[in-house]
């Protein structure tokens, strides 16, 4: 085995991005099969002695002729017989077979129950409280609890010193057993059962894998000869990343699953990203339909001599699609798969691509005990049919900041392997192997409360011509959480109405600023929906009488125009108007827009049909979790200004410079500038709101 030279990050971040198997030819295999990293697999695997799980088939030709000719035979009853049942011996020796770890818990219960059962006196703590317990059960319970527990002892000694532990029943008939001892053997009990089940080829055992060597290919030395460099050893490589470890779903990159000829990996449809717009099923009312097409990658500039590749690069550009990033959030459990992790636990990475932020975990191994070192022609296996797994928690909070949240963004993944079998690399011998990188989409924690209001503004412009006016401000607010599925259930929360205080803007002169006021917005977490809000502004005469007419007509016809949203959301259903909201606008961001832009649309068309007054602003204004999110961070940046154009309305969005907020945030400020031409109402006001995080 040749080794590997001591370089620090760099060196390691050129291992891998460079591992690349050769033919087994260039293999060079200096470690030895029996190193204490790889435990023997009689050891590893923990077999079950004397497996005797199966047999005959209880359902046989002869049976089933028996039973038809009964059924027919008069004056017999088929409730009467009972059907054979499986004795307790057998199925003893199937679950002996299976389970991959012994119970301890069962035969400390029965010690438990036995000792209560003779009247003796509990130990002072943990045995009161149980014998407290069992002293509330009834004759007929208490009678059932010792059949079973005969039954236990019933069981042949084999069996029960293949399926339980006497280690905490000992200690009740020794000095007594400790809450510790029992929560113990529950955690790793439900431990190994659970990795049985999510961590494949495991058997349930937290520990390494086994030791496999290829060869990591580096390129020729500038100076030196132009041979590739091949290092052989246990170089640790990431598979993929199951964002949820309840779920088999998993994602990784175009060479991270290692495809070969002789070994081809084939992506699956939910592993390819997808544009996905909605319609409603028109031969099932209130059913969604989702029409998905792939993900590809944007059109190269002019003149490009290469393709445009998927966010992500090259490896996450397969045959013209992009591949799809595993989305969680933070603090989510996750999976990571590959092979050669052959410690007890490895360090797992996380660093932002945006930023930087880097943060390291120790996470337990759950190594590939099934799949073979070397396949049937002697050549050792380093690709995607390897399951060495590693479990761990996604950063919840900011390891610099605390207190706050863990940045959301795309992160790079990857872990270290302390090179316990002191591989050689390029001249040295680094202290921890790193593997290749994959990429992990963090969402911001849904819980995030955010606070968007707006509480000054100011006339730079009033309408041409004597007398006062009062500017009259209203919004309506509509907010969307989608369904995890195109088809599933959405929420769409009932819509706000949001009056600015007329007060604050009674009067207003060109070149003043608004009075005191709040008018909230949004004051809590998104929730992962989306947040929509359209403002419309009229500039109304001040004339008391006619003022007093349109306040008392304003309230009314809000007020009526959202019971008239409500009651047809309500009448139809929330899946069936959200189905038809969906089947109209096409895709599920646009419904709260819709929502919004209908209200403030009915409003103003209304009042310029009657109402002795003049619309001079209207807007519509989104956010969700991660906008808000970047506005308030520090390093996020300044959207660009956004103007926009309603009938004759011109609306622009002027980012002001953040100001610090907390230590980990800023507050966002912008103002909303809206201008009326010269031959139309010629007026020019703004209003300014802020953002925080709460």
Known sequence: MKAHEKKEEESSEETASHQHPLGEEGVREEISPENPCSPPMGEAANPKANCRCGGRSRKTKEKEQITEILKRVPGVKVDDFRKPKQRPGTKADCLCCDLPTVDAIVPMMAEL?????????????????????????????????????????????????????????????????????VIEAFVLEGLAYTAQTLMSNSKGIKGPGQVRIWDAVLPPTPNGSQQPRIFSGPWPWLTAIRPDIGDYKEYGSVASYRSSMENVYT????????????????????????????KTPPPPPPGALFPAFCEGGQDYTFNGQCLQFPVVEPGATICLRGFNFITETIKVWFQNRDTGLKISLDAPVFGDLETPVKDESGHTIHDWRVFDSVVVNVPKEHP?????????????????????????????????????????????????????????????????????????????????????????????????????????????????????????????????????????????????????????????????????????????????????????????????????????????????????ADRIAVDLITMDARKAWNLTSPKGQLPPVERYRFEEVSTSHNPKPKAPDTPATVRYVVEHRYVTPEDGEDSDYGVTFQLTRM
């Not at 045995?127 to 059949?147: T, V, W």
């Not at 002892?153 to 809450?179: I, M, T, W, Y």
């Not at 992160?411 to 002191?422: F, G, T």
């Not at 209200?599 to 002795?612: D, H, K, Q, S, Y």
């Open 267 to 294: 992506f699956q449809p939910y592993q390819i990203a997808k544009d996905c717009s909605v319609s409603v099923n028109l031969n099932k009312p209130g059913e969604l339909i989702a029409n998905c097409t792939p």
């Open 400 to 612: 610099q900041q605390p207190g706050a949240p863990f940045p959301p963004g795309l992160y790079d993944v990857w872990i270290e392997v302390n090179n316990v079998l002191s591989a050689v690399y390029s001249g040295g011998i680094a202290p921890r192997l790193k593997s290749n990188r994959l990429i992990l989409q963090i969402e911001p924690d849904p819980n995030i409360a955010f606070h968007f209001w707006s509480e000054n503004g100011r006339c730079y412009e009033e309408t041409d011509g004597l007398g006062s006016d009062e500017i009259w401000f209203d919004a309506w607010v509509a907010h969307l959480i989608p369904a995890s599925m195109p088809s599933g259930k959405h929420t769409l929360a009932p819509v706000k109405h949001v009056e600015f205080n007329r007060d604050a803007w009674d009067d207003m002169d060109s070149g003043e600023d608004s009075g005191a006021y709040s008018a909230d917005l949004w004051n809590g977490s998104f929730n992962r929906g989306l947040m929509a809000a359209g403002l419309i502004g009229f500039e109304v005469d001040s004339e008391s009488a006619a003022r007093d007419q349109l306040r008392d007509f304003g309230s009314a016809f809000v007020h009526y125009l959202e019971n008239i949203w409500q009651g047809a959301v309500a009448m139809e259903g929330t899946a069936a108007s959200i189905a038809k909201m969906i089947s109209l606008t096409l895709t599920q961001g646009l419904i709260v827009l819709a929502v919004v832009a209908a209200l403030i649309l009915i409003v103003g068309l209304f009042w310029a049909a009657w109402a002795p």
């Open 113 to 181: 129950f036995y000792r209560f059962s003779k009247g003796e006196d509990p130990r002072a703590g943990y045995e009161e409280m149980i014998f407290e317990g069992l002293s509330r059960l009834n004759k007929k319970q208490l009678k059932a609890l010792g059949e079973g527990f005969k039954g236990y002892e019933n069981l042949s000694p084999r069996l029960r010193k293949c399926l339980f532990d006497e280690r905490l029943a000992d200690k009740v008939r020794g000095d007594g057993v400790q809450p510790a001892d």
